[in-house]
């Protein structure tokens, strides 16, 4: 049965320091939803209203134009080990990017990576649990280091000039705020 709660308890924070992949959900008014998996450990949990992610270069960036247009993000964890359970952060999200005061505070809470490309804000103003009966175990076995390897390859100059190609606006042609 779901259980809603107000906050983060250090309960929930611990699990989802636990967890090695978590999933993002945004949408705006129109268009399409997105849902993307990440993980890398780029998620921190400030406080029981408070987490930020780092967001790495990737081959879109839904999750900007959405959040420029229509303020509300879901953070969904699920247990695929142990004890069965799936955790939804409802909130919204102040978008940073390496140009904006603020970043750099953020940033030190990760490391380094030449490929950070927002850090997202979140404000939880609503917790839920499930179950999680359904969700398969699995074990984890690493995390992938092509997105690094292509990161160090691409080097800074071209990972912005890729940022103008591709992530400027979103498969449905709205804008990301990446270049400002």
């Known amino acids: 049965m779901a259980t809603q709660y107000d906050s983060i308890s250090d309960t929930l924070s611990d699990f989802i320091e636990q967890q090695n992949l978590f999933f993002i959900a945004t949408a705006d008014v129109d268009g399409r939803v997105n849902v993307s998996p990440k993980g890398a450990n780029t998620l921190r949990v400030l406080g029981p ?48 990017h390496p140009r904006d005061s603020g970043w750099s505070e953020l940033y030190s809470l990760f490391d380094e ?38 990161n160090a390859n691409k080097g800074e100059a071209e990972i912005k000039s890729y940022w103008q190609e591709l992530n400027v606006t979103s498969i449905d042609g709205k804008p990301t705020g990446i270049n400002g």
């Open 113 to 150: 990576n030449i490929g950070a490309r927002q850090i997202y804000d979140v404000s939880v103003d609503s917790v839920q649990t499930s179950c999680g009966y359904q969700v398969p175990l699995f074990q984890f076995e690493a995390d992938r280091e092509n997105l690094q390897r292509w």
């Open 49 to 96: 209203n408070r987490v930020v992610w780092l967001n790495l270069t990737g081959s879109g960036n839904e999750t900007a134009a959405h959040l420029l247009n229509l303020n509300r993000i879901t953070l969904m964890f699920c247990s695929f080990g142990g004890k069965p359970m799936i955790l939804r952060l409802y909130g919204t999200a102040r978008t940073l």
